[in-house]
């Protein structure tokens, strides 16, 4: 009888475990995988293996999803907008925080190029901010792109105002903010700095003299460059030239099915 009990309680034991493994609360979910071309693959947070996306999955926070060759996929954000990710290209989901009239997103690009179209419902807040290896773009209901490399990112902004740091400016503003907290009393909270904001043609004088120390805005048809070591280059771009761009072409017929 005692043996039996046991060979009993083993399994449920183990449906149980299983069971508690694999979910995964609601409000991690990021988004859903509304459109895998190609070969598209997901890797779960604190996983190893890549698995092949599907039509209508969803991702979570701390998930990658990554494009191979000739590839691209597009993520519907968990209460709307899209990100849209170009072939050999890698984008780490890092946060996503959704209320009825606030949503925050945050992504690491470690490679390739994004879009994000994400405008805002009447008095919603919406905030998608994009990490690559030099730059930290944060929109707040708008439409740009973001390319990512090693030692130089650009970031071009088609609709709206997008927000643009350093990685390094970001990480300090946050441990400066949180010794001043603890200092304060009370739990850290990190802020945005004032923000400068750059109106097109504005541009800089002449490429990567001039080292970004603060928060400065991007408005619409305004691109940067943004080397490892702080410079930029931003100058209002050529909108024909650039609409040649297939990556380019494909995205607004895409935000053109709205």
Same mark, same amino acid.
């Given at each position: 009888m005692?043996?039996?009990?046991?060979? !009993?309680?083993?399994?449920?034991? *183990?449906?149980?475990?299983?069971?508690?493994?694999?979910?995964r %609360?609601?409000? $991690?979910?990021?988004? +859903?995988? $509304?459109?895998?071309?190609?070969?598209?693959?997901?890797?779960?947070?604190?996983? $190893?293996?890549?698995?092949?996306?599907?039509?209508?999955? %969803?991702?979570?926070?701390?998930?990658?999803?990554?494009?191979?060759?000739?590839?691209?996929?597009? *993520?519907?954000?968990?209460?709307?907008?899209?990100?849209?990710?170009?072939?050999?290209?890698?984008?780490?989901?890092?946060?996503?925080?959704?209320?009825?009239?606030?949503?925050d997103?945050?992504?690491?690009?470690?490679?390739?190029?994004?879009?994000?179209?994400?405008?805002?419902?009447?008095?919603?807040?919406?905030?998608?901010?994009?990490?690559? %290896? #030099?730059?930290?773009?944060?929109?707040?209901?708008?439409?740009?792109?973001?390319?990512?490399?090693? +030692?130089?990112?650009?970031?071009?902004?088609?609709?709206? +105002?997008?927000? *643009?740091?350093?990685?390094?400016?970001?990480?300090k503003?946050?441990?400066?903010?949180?010794?001043?907290?603890?200092?304060?009393?009370?739990?850290?909270?990190?802020s945005?700095? %004032?923000?400068?904001?750059?109106?097109a043609p504005?541009?800089?004088a &002449?490429?990567?003299?001039? #080292?970004?120390?603060?928060? !400065? $805005?991007?408005?619409e048809?305004m691109? !940067?460059?943004?080397?490892?070591?702080?410079?930029?280059?931003?100058?209002?771009?050529?909108?024909?030239?650039?609409?040649?761009?297939?990556w380019?072409?494909?995205? &607004?017929?895409?935000?053109?099915?709205?």
């Amino acid at each position: 009888m005692l043996l039996r009990f046991r060979k !009993i309680v083993v399994p449920i034991i *183990i449906v149980a475990l299983g069971a508690l493994l694999a979910f995964r %609360p609601a409000a $991690t979910e990021f988004g +859903k995988i $509304t459109l895998p071309l190609g070969i598209v693959e997901v890797q779960s947070a604190g996983g $190893t293996d890549w698995t092949r996306a599907k039509v209508r999955q %969803p991702v979570f926070a701390g998930d990658k999803v990554r494009t191979k060759p000739k590839s691209r996929a597009e *993520i519907t954000l968990n209460g709307g907008g899209k990100v849209r990710i170009a072939e050999n290209s890698e984008l780490e989901l890092s946060e996503a925080s959704v209320t009825p009239m606030k949503k925050d997103f945050n992504a690491n690009l470690k490679k390739g190029k994004v879009w994000v179209a994400a405008t805002a419902a009447f008095g919603e807040k919406k905030n998608v901010a994009v990490r690559t %290896p #030099t730059a930290v773009a944060a929109i707040r209901g708008t439409k740009y792109r973001a390319n990512a490399g090693a +030692k130089e990112s650009q970031v071009l902004v088609y609709e709206g +105002k997008v927000d *643009i740091n350093t990685p390094e400016n970001l990480a300090k503003m946050r441990r400066d903010d949180l010794q001043q907290r603890q200092q304060q009393g009370g739990p850290p909270k990190f802020s945005l700095a %004032p923000v400068q904001t750059i109106q097109a043609p504005t541009q800089v004088a &002449g490429p990567f003299e001039v #080292t970004l120390e603060e928060w !400065i $805005t991007l408005v619409e048809g305004m691109q !940067i460059n943004l080397r490892a070591d702080g410079k930029y280059h931003m100058f209002e771009f050529d909108k024909e030239a650039d609409a040649q761009d297939p990556w380019v072409q494909w995205n &607004g017929e895409q935000d053109s099915q709205k």
